[in-house]
């Protein structure tokens, strides 16, 4: 395999890592490998490779194994463990490091079905939770118990897109002895020096902007070389596993990573800028835009070039969630559905309200996600405007509607 060069720009990273280098002849890519058994010619070889990776499909091959090597490269670890979802990835590093009686901080904004499974299985097995304002910072000193055991930050934070503090909370977590785990599918595996900022496992959606196609989906999960044995030792229990197939379609994926995301931000500054200007629009949370919240930190933090396309905006409050309903209806080239990262553009309605335990009484105006992709942004924008134009039509109906009764009650009063 291909020595990643330190010096190498990331670009030419994405392009070069996880393959053989100038000496390899043939294809460019890796065999796209679909196995279950793997033949040996007799018993021993048998013996000799028992122990080794590769004896069985389940231990992946010489495509999923392209694939890990890459992604170690993209984002400076020293493991990488692929699953089947982007939310298994988060399940099988919850239960790899937390046991029963410990405690575990997790970040209020989180995924939602990242709540569920701490609600769920984590709570039959005896772990308590304690959610945290994603705002916090070094206030976590004030949450951690002597059994906590890991701080989980997503970052921003899902629907509401809070920026965090990450080094201040990890400053906090480790010198009590606690591991911090991120959900850092926003931030892609290049967007971030996640371990240089104090992360110990690094978890991917690669059914967002790694796979970028929505035609697969797989998670990720990226470590240092002291937690990769823990790690593998659960991942293995649980038989967890990916396709060849799969493997194939994210290493396709992770080779215009840094290409795809350079339009999806382009594309999406222009699109928040111009959402911004809308009257109906109260604010746009899109941390990369300046004067959008907690753009202090995520230039301090994050990779500015490489933002990526997702991004909430809130309504003003006589908005209603019909008139809202009726844009999203209204625009032709963003799609309704979930997921993200793609290379089509999505929209949402979004309610963030019903899934928090903190300030959930911040967030009643109501409210889109969009994800903005690699169409013409002028189309996206034309779309849009369609969009407002029907939300318009019913502000102005709405209002007509209300004056006779206006009208009545000024003719008693005289
Ligand atoms: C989509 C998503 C996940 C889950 O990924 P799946 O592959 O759909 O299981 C986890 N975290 C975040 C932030 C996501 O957006």
Same mark, same amino acid.
């Given at each position: 395999?291909?020595?990643?060069?330190?010096?190498?720009?990331?670009?030419?990273?994405?392009?070069?890592?996880?393959?053989?280098?100038?000496? &390899?002849?043939?294809?460019?890519?890796?065999?796209?490998?679909?196995?279950?058994?793997?033949?040996?010619?007799?018993?021993?070889?048998?013996?000799?490779?028992?122990?080794?990776?590769?004896?069985?499909?389940?231990?992946?091959?010489?495509?999923?194994?392209?694939?890990?090597?890459?992604?170690?490269?993209?984002? @400076?670890?020293?493991?990488?463990?692929?699953?089947?979802?982007?939310?298994?990835?988060?399940?099988?590093?919850?239960?790899?490091?937390?046991? %029963?009686?410990?405690?575990?901080?997790?970040?209020?904004?989180?995924?939602?079905?990242?709540?569920?499974?701490?609600?769920?299985?984590?709570?039959?097995?005896?772990?308590?939770?304690?959610?945290?304002?994603?705002?916090?910072?070094?206030?976590?000193?004030?949450?951690?118990?002597?059994?906590?055991?890991?701080?989980?930050?997503?970052?921003?934070? =899902?629907?509401?897109?809070?920026?965090?503090?990450?080094?201040?909370?990890?400053?906090?977590?480790?010198?009590?002895?606690?591991?911090?785990?991120?959900?850092?599918?926003?931030?892609? %595996?290049?967007?971030?020096?996640?371990?240089?900022?104090?992360?110990?496992?690094?978890?991917?959606?690669?059914?967002?902007?790694?796979?970028?196609?929505?035609?697969?989906?797989? @998670?990720?999960?990226?470590? *240092?070389?002291?937690?990769?044995?823990?790690?593998?030792?659960?991942?293995?229990?649980?038989?967890? *596993?990916?396709?060849?197939?799969?493997?194939?379609?994210?290493?396709?994926?992770?080779?215009?990573?840094?290409?795809?995301?350079?339009?999806?931000?382009?594309?999406?500054?222009?699109?928040?800028?111009?959402?911004?200007?809308?009257?109906?629009?109260?604010?746009?949370?899109?941390?990369?835009?300046? @004067?959008?919240? @907690?753009?202090?930190?995520?230039?301090?933090?994050?990779?500015?070039?490489?933002?990526?396309?997702?991004?909430?905006?809130?309504?003003?409050?006589?908005?209603?969630?019909?008139?809202?309903?009726?844009?999203?209806?209204?625009?032709?080239?963003?799609?309704?559905?979930?997921?993200?990262?793609?290379?089509?553009?999505?929209?949402?309605?979004?309610?963030?309200?019903?899934?928090?335990?903190?300030?959930?009484?911040?967030?009643?105006?109501?409210?889109?996600?969009? &994800?903005?992709?690699?169409?013409?942004?002028?189309?996206?924008?034309?779309?849009?405007?369609?969009?407002?134009?029907?939300?318009?039509?019913?502000?102005?109906?709405?209002?007509?509607?209300?004056?006779?009764?206006?009208?009545? =009650?000024?003719?008693?009063?005289?």
């Amino acid at each position: 395999m291909h020595k990643p060069t330190p010096q190498w720009q990331m670009d030419t990273l994405l392009t070069h890592a996880g393959r053989k280098g100038k000496a &390899h002849s043939g294809p460019v890519n890796p065999p796209v490998i679909r196995a279950s058994t793997m033949l040996f010619p007799n018993v021993a070889a048998l013996n000799k490779a028992s122990g080794t990776r590769g004896i069985y499909g389940r231990h992946g091959n010489e495509t999923t194994h392209a694939l890990e090597h890459a992604l170690c490269a993209a984002e @400076g670890a020293a493991a990488c463990l692929l699953t089947p979802s982007g939310l298994s990835a988060i399940t099988t590093t919850l239960l790899a490091l937390l046991q %029963p009686g410990d405690h575990l901080l997790m970040v209020d904004t989180t995924y939602d079905p990242t709540r569920l499974f701490c609600e769920g299985m984590l709570k039959q097995i005896g772990v308590s939770t304690t959610y945290y304002d994603p705002l916090i910072g070094a206030g976590i000193s004030a949450l951690m118990q002597p059994n906590t055991k890991v701080v989980f930050v997503e970052s921003p934070g =899902s629907l509401t897109f809070e920026v965090q503090d990450i080094p201040a909370i990890a400053k906090i977590a480790h010198a009590q002895g606690a591991l911090v785990v991120s959900d850092s599918t926003w931030a892609t %595996p290049i967007g971030w020096s996640s371990f240089e900022l104090g992360i110990d496992v690094s978890l991917h959606a690669a059914t967002k902007y790694i796979v970028g196609h929505s035609d697969a989906l797989m @998670g990720i999960i990226l470590t *240092t070389a002291a937690l990769a044995e823990r790690l593998r030792c659960t991942y293995k229990q649980l038989g967890l *596993t990916i396709s060849g197939d799969d493997a194939a379609l994210a290493l396709r994926g992770l080779r215009t990573l840094s290409a795809r995301l350079a339009m999806h931000r382009s594309s999406a500054h222009q699109i928040a800028t111009w959402l911004k200007a809308q009257p109906e629009i109260a604010e746009v949370l899109y941390p990369p835009m300046e @004067g959008s919240a @907690g753009h202090a930190i995520w230039k301090r933090d994050f990779r500015p070039e490489y933002a990526c396309g997702l991004m909430g905006a809130v309504f003003r409050a006589d908005i209603s969630e019909e008139q809202v309903a009726a844009l999203i209806d209204r625009t032709e080239l963003f799609g309704i559905g979930f997921s993200w990262g793609g290379f089509e553009s999505l929209i949402l309605p979004t309610a963030p309200r019903h899934c928090r335990s903190i300030n959930a009484e911040h967030w009643q105006a109501p409210m889109m996600r969009l &994800h903005v992709g690699l169409e013409g942004v002028q189309d996206l924008i034309s779309d849009l405007e369609c969009g407002f134009d029907v939300l318009r039509t019913m502000q102005v109906k709405q209002a007509t509607m209300t004056m006779p009764i206006n009208t009545t =009650s000024h003719k008693t009063a005289a």
